[in-house]
């Protein structure tokens, strides 16, 4: 085992995790944010850098700083590292670069994004982003394709954190959507107008951070603040059958995958539990999904918490609406 010390907290890992993964053991707020790594996806990391972190000792052999800010997602643990993350002003001050750097071509649309609410770009920016741009020149500007039956892709807000290319990659057997061209003119799109037709193809919706590929049966609907989460599952020959169903009523109003505390997939879902089987009667719902207290979508109204009474006093404690 190897020790590690993160912001003052020290913590076991085992050989070959990433200063990334240490941080997610010890949890709270000195994990940093990453917007292209994803544990599940092979090749993963290394895109957006705002995972970047000081190492002030490189080992307990080596006990020198780096000279530079490193990756956090792709930095493999030395037995006696130290590393400083929300405790460095260097740190900080380079993540607001990187966030500045990230929204430059962005068209900041949130009031009409369909991923408002649950956007990681969103959260990247309100914790470390600026009040104003200094950007002046043209950003940069695409048509909205349909890259699938049931798939919006709106280039502009893309961050090209590869991660749907390599959900693709691990998921199918042909790859049909790639990163065109090189440097600023890079875009994701489909080689000679092809579309993404496989049974998995829906998976690239939920590990995109941001709002650039969205589902076209939810596109519009309801804000997601506005729908409750429920777990719910159901016999499927071609996955797991496990997903979350947002619920406005009686009615679903979409199907996802199961994510985690870090926004990451539990498991990956087929098409036809995504798109299809949108009828309450096609699945067994077990109740709501634990929501993270400071997400938007927490200002639901599917718990409510009763306060201590000043006359009678009660316990704290989370009780269903009706």
């Known amino acids: 085992m190897l020790k590690i010390t993160i912001d003052n907290i020290t913590t076991e890992v085992e050989e070959g995790t990433?200063?990334?993964?240490?941080?997610?053991?010890?949890?709270?707020?000195?994990?940093?944010?990453?917007?292209?790594?994803?544990?599940?996806?092979?090749?993963?990391?290394?895109?957006?850098?705002?995972?970047?972190?000081?190492?002030?000792?490189?080992?307990?052999?080596?006990?020198?700083?780096?000279?530079?800010?490193?990756?956090?997602?792709?930095?493999?643990v030395q037995d006696g590292m130290i590393v400083q993350n929300i405790t460095s002003p260097e740190v900080l001050e380079a993540r607001k670069a990187i966030v500045e750097f990230l929204l430059i071509n962005h068209p900041l649309d949130c009031p009409v994004c369909d991923q408002a609410g649950e956007c990681d770009l969103q959260d990247l920016s309100f914790a470390h982003g600026l009040e104003t741009t200094r950007y002046e020149e043209e950003r940069r500007e695409f048509n909205q394709i349909d890259i699938g039956e049931n798939i919006k892709l709106h280039m502009t807000r893309c961050i090209l954190c590869y991660r749907c290319v390599y959900v693709a990659d691990q998921l199918t057997e042909k790859r049909v959507h790639g990163v065109l061209f090189r440097g600023d003119a890079s875009e994701i799109g489909t080689y000679i107008e092809n579309v993404i037709d496989n049974d998995f193809s829906g998976n690239v919706i939920d590990v995109c951070p941001v709002g650039a590929l969205t589902d076209k049966t939810f596109r519009f609907k309801s804000r997601v603040w506005f729908v409750n989460p429920m777990n719910v599952h159901r016999n499927c020959t071609k996955c797991?059958?496990?997903?979350?169903?947002?619920?406005?009523?009686?009615?679903?109003?979409?199907?996802?995958?199961?994510?985690?505390?870090?926004?990451?997939?539990?498991?990956?879902?087929?098409?036809?539990?995504?798109?299809?089987?949108?009828?309450?009667?096609?699945?067994v719902i077990e109740g709501p999904r634990k929501i993270d207290r400071h997400?938007?979508?927490?200002?639901?109204?599917?718990?409510?918490?009763?306060?201590?009474?000043i006359i009678k006093p009660l316990e704290e404690r989370t009780e269903p609406q009706e």
């Not at 109003?253 to 089987?277: A, P």
């Not at 997400?295 to 009474?309: A, F, L, P, R, T």
């Open 240 to 283: 797991s059958g496990k997903a979350a169903a947002w619920m406005f009523g009686e009615e679903i109003y979409r199907i996802t995958g199961r994510k985690d505390e870090y926004g990451e997939l539990e498991e990956f879902i087929c098409n036809e539990c995504r798109f299809d089987k949108k009828d309450k009667k096609d699945w």
């Open 295 to 309: 997400s938007v979508i927490s200002q639901n109204h599917y718990e409510k918490i009763v306060k201590q009474s």
């Open 18 to 76: 990433t200063i990334l993964q240490a941080a997610r053991k010890i949890g709270g707020k000195i994990v940093p944010p990453a917007m292209c790594y994803y544990s599940k996806l092979e090749g993963s990391g290394g895109k957006c850098r705002s995972c970047l972190v000081k190492i002030a000792r490189n080992s307990t052999v080596d006990p020198k700083p780096t000279s530079k800010l490193v990756a956090s997602c792709s930095t493999p």
